[in-house]
């Protein structure tokens, strides 16, 4: 509390330290007969619930959204780590040898991995020093997982030797961090945590925004809340200093917090499925190429195949009798058609009476993303995907999705989202922090109160019936919000019960 603050009274709605400002009840004084009544303040009900929801929610939602934030930032420097431990494969020997055809390259991968080993896609060197990826599939891998061998182009030398995932090919330190960040290597139970982290952290960044947007429109804290956000970390006392970071800091890292929080939502199990239904019925899913050499029609494809698998390179198949100079004519049927990026996949007919497919895997800017289908018996061009054709919203969903994996601009993009996650994490320490540092001066033994009860009761009838139907909508879309919201309020009503009971027993209670 500052200088300019009235002193507030415990109990009180908006009492708490650390809630915003509001109105105490009007007060009367006695006047003159005929005399005008004085004009009643009226008492805002917004904050003090925005407050309360804000709290709880950062109070037992605060735990997954740390994890999420220190995972997510370890995550954004992986790509530059991976390519640093991985150098000898990732890198050729002689960078400015001239490389052999792609047919030799895999014909030296099928001989390295043996007769067992099942080739599935191969990525050829997209830079002179690089190396070509031939992937192959096995038992003893795991989902969207293949045994990617790596080959120097100039020489046909094998480089190594390792198991890369998703589309996005990671190697085994990525996919480990990537796990790390998606379900805490817990398999699909575990990712219930990043989908509460994603679907609160947007509720929790909005309802700290509006109230600092109800105290900016209020002329005592005006001048207040301009300072909080201008100068983080100003004020006299150790909380008023960790309440102005809080805010200050949360306000600049707004934007990107929201960005995040939707982003994640689209990988989650139950709203993620959620959000695909409604983009496939609304008729905004991403076009996929079609292998199908009797005309059929693909399915929709999937922006985070490079985040949780999803590569159809990990399909088992038999391509034993295709002969290895088949890539290099594939390929070349491609490039004069719309492949004019050396980032790309060759993957080779799932089945009899299907196509080979060549795909861009570029994911920096500019997008990269086109496809073709080729007949591999006359080298026609049976189907073709152009990203130029996608509708906004697909579009909109690759970017959003490269962007969050930090693929979209490289390591300055990689630099932002690791400065990002850092702030996320730093919010939710400064909540923990505020919360233990506004315990009562007479009991230092434990954290400070949850803020003052009846921000619902003072709630007018329409703001219920809007909150109700928000929730509903919310419960429907993001489920697991939803379920965990219910439990938000049943928990409360018990701690309420609980307080009331004790109140007439007269055992001083927290509110």
Known sequence: MTADEPAPVRGAVGSEPGSMTVDDAPRTTPTAPGAPRPARRRTCWLSPLLLRLHFYAGIFVGPFILVAALSGALYAVAEPVERAVYADELTAAYADAPPVSLGEQVTAARAYAGPDATLVAVRPAPEPGDTTRVMFSGADLGESETRAVFVDPGTAEIRGDLTAYGTSGALPLRTWLDHLHRNLHLGDPGRLYSELAASWLGVIA??????????????????????????????????????????????????????????????????????????????????????????????????????????????????????????????????????????????????????????????????????????????????????AEFGLIAKLARWGIDLHMGSMFGLPNQIVLLVLASGIAAMVVWGYLMWWRRRPTHDSRGPGDAPARGALAAVPWWGRVAALLVAAAVGVLLPLMGLTLAAFLVVDAVLGWRARVRAGAGVPVAP
């Open 206 to 387: 909005l309802s700290g925004l509006a109230m600092w947007l109800i105290q900016l429109r209020r002329s005592r804290g005006r001048k207040k809340a301009r300072q909080q956000l201008l100068r983080p970390g100003s004020g006299p006392t150790p909380y008023a200093r960790t309440r102005s970071r809080h805010l200050g800091f949360g306000i600049w890292i707004m934007a990107g917090a929201l960005f995040l929080s939707a982003t994640g939502i689209t990988w989650s199990t139950y709203a993620g499925a959620n959000v695909t239904d409604l983009r496939a019925a609304l008729g905004w899913g991403t076009p996929a190429v079609s292998t199908a050499l009797d005309g059929g029609t693909a399915g929709g494809g999937d922006e985070h195949a490079g985040h949780h698998g999803g590569s159809g390179a990990a399909e088992a198949r038999d391509t034993t009798e295709y002969a290895a100079g088949a890539f290099d004519s594939v390929l070349a049927v491609a490039q004069e058609v719309n492949v004019n990026t050396a980032l790309v996949e060759i993957t080779p007919p799932a089945e009899p009476g299907t196509a080979w497919v060549v795909q861009e895997i570029q994911r920096s800017y500019p997008t990269q993303v086109d496809a073709v289908a080729v007949d591999g018996s006359t080298m026609t061009v049976t189907d073709r995907v152009d990203f």
